[in-house]
């Protein structure tokens, strides 16, 4: 069962799950400004960016902190059931998700600063370029189905995550490549390689949160969904 | 049934689909399009309903929701009320109680109930839980009534809280103590069924917590069916729950799938408060 459009009688209680979903979202852009941001200061090396990114992801790990204290406290008092239980419950999933995020926007900031520019040769940048579109728009994605509880487009997220594997394990190839080709690009090489690591794990999260708005959703779990179905196709 | 009830022939009975999926054995009791009216007005509209051996049912729903008047169907308690008229039918172990063969002191016997508030008679405790074997006749010494009285309060879980105390009122225990006092009483007779309408409702947390634990433990023996405005109490007691609104049975199933995913609107409405 969907979650009801019927507002509850308690009118308290419905603007605590308003204030939860708006908690999500803000903390959803919050998310995917610092990981874009990270991307864009490691593509210019901008190293007063990337120390930007590290030091605001103090406010993500506290909007996680204030998002599990609301969810706790609502079931101690609320008692959800149902469609509010989910919503509860799927928020602390997609708010531990969303913070793993910041953890990588952070993450290959710290790379960022230790990349030298210098002995950096531009084709290095490749892979990482071609990830970023598709690990933006998977997060956006990801939070908007949460948001419109849209199960399509949780089911597209999830998808898309082999592409996101696939493109990860071109970069590897492609970086090992330059590795072998020239032992002093291994430093480098190595810092890039972490930054591609950071975002296809971005990219799981992101398939977290789209399995999150479908459980919101269905109360049903998609991987299993999903592996129902490759079964029924084989 | 009696006269103002409609039969359903056995073989068309028998035909009736089961509605809970997964129910594997013979359902201890079944209610097939049952349909129940107090004079003119209609209180339940077309209920089916399988209750488990062994497990227990609740029964949820708004105020006058019917789900109270379904419970009393179950050992024709409705038969106290003259303008109250059944139809369709009520199984228990397949056979109709609202046969004409049925006597309806045994079917209390086998289908007992405690009710919301606790209604030790003016009797002593020993009095109040002896009562009932021996009107039916269950005793032929005082050693087997000593003995059905002991086991009964144990299994109530009172038996060491009252074990000094045996000729002391009944209506001298706490609340809590009196509702177990009155579930003593109902499975003194041995009863199968246990109906339970709103059995906590005047009791506190704490009295609450020692009776659900009670049902728990009872079910091993009985099948329970409790009536209950607590939802929590309903997804801590219950294996399956049924949700009534307006006469009508809206949803059965599962507890657990009920109370987070539930397949109706209105179900979903309901527990979560959205509806009175």
């Known amino acids: 069962m969907s979650v009801s459009n019927s507002e509850h009688i308690v009118t308290s209680y419905e603007d605590e799950l308003t204030d939860l979903a708006r908690a999500i979202s803000e903390m959803g852009g919050m998310v995917e400004a610092a990981i874009s941001a990270a991307i864009n200061a490691l593509l210019k090396l901008d190293h007063e960016t990337a120390k930007q990114i590290i030091a605001a992801d103090k406010a993500v790990d506290e909007m996680q902190r204030k998002i599990d204290e609301t969810a706790v406290s609502m079931i101690a008092r609320r008692q959800p059931m149902a469609a509010d239980l989910r919503m509860i419950i799927s928020s602390v999933h997609v708010a531990n998700d969303l913070e793993r995020i910041g953890d990588m926007a952070k993450s290959i900031a710290r790379r960022t600063l230790q990349i030298d520019g210098n002995k950096l040769a531009p084709q290095f940048y490749n892979g990482v370029r071609h990830m970023t579109d598709l690990i933006l728009n998977q997060i956006k994605d990801a939070l908007d189905s949460f948001a419109n509880r849209d199960t399509a487009a949780a089911i597209a997220v999830c998808e898309r995550d082999d592409e996101v594997d696939a493109l990860y394990m071109s970069l590897f190839r492609e970086l090992l490549t330059y590795m072998m080709e020239d032992p002093r690009n291994i430093t480098q090489c190595t810092n890039l390689l972490f930054c591609g690591k950071s975002l296809e794990r971005t990219g799981d999260h992101a398939t977290n949160i789209a399995e999150a708005a479908y459980y919101l959703e269905t109360g049903k779990n998609l991987p299993v969904i999903l592996e129902e179905k490759a079964q029924q196709k084989s | ?276």
């Open chain 2, 1 to 276: 049934m009696n006269d103002s009830t409609t039969i359903t022939p056995p073989s068309e009975a028998a035909s009736v689909q089961p509605v809970f999926e997964g129910a594997g054995s013979r359902p201890k009791m079944t209610g097939q399009n049952v349909n129940v009216f107090y004079g003119e007005k209609q209180a339940l509209f077309d209920v089916n309903l399988e209750i488990e051996a062994n497990q227990v049912t609740s029964l949820i729903g708004p105020s006058g929701c019917g789900k109270s008047t379904f419970l009393r169907s179950l050992n024709r308690m409705n038969d106290t009320i003259d303008i109250c008229r059944v139809t369709g039918n009520i199984l228990l172990d397949g056979q109709d109680i609202y046969d004409r063969s049925i006597d309806v002191v045994e079917l209390r016997a086998r289908v007992g109930m405690v009710f919301q508030k606790p209604n030790p008679f003016p009797k002593s405790i020993f009095e109040n839980v002896a009562y009932g074997p021996r009107i039916h006749g269950m005793v032929q010494n005082k050693t087997d009534l000593d003995e059905i009285v002991t086991s009964s309060l144990k299994r109530a879980g009172l038996y060491e809280e009252v074990k000094d105390r045996f000729a002391e009122p009944g209506t001298s225990l706490s609340g809590g103590q009196q509702q177990r006092l009155c579930i003593a009483r109902a499975i003194a007779t041995k009863p199968e069924v246990l109906l339970m309408d709103e059995p906590c409702s005047a009791l506190d947390p704490i009295a609450t917590a020692i009776i659900e634990e009670l049902i728990d433990e009872l079910r091993e023996n009985f099948t329970i069916i409790i009536v209950t405005h607590s939802m929590q109490q309903a997804a801590r007691v219950s294996q399956k729950t049924a949700f009534f609104h307006l006469g009508k049975l809206i949803e059965e199933g599962a507890t657990d799938e009920i109370f987070t995913n539930p397949r109706d609107k209105k179900t979903q409405d309901y527990i979560t408060g959205r509806i009175g």
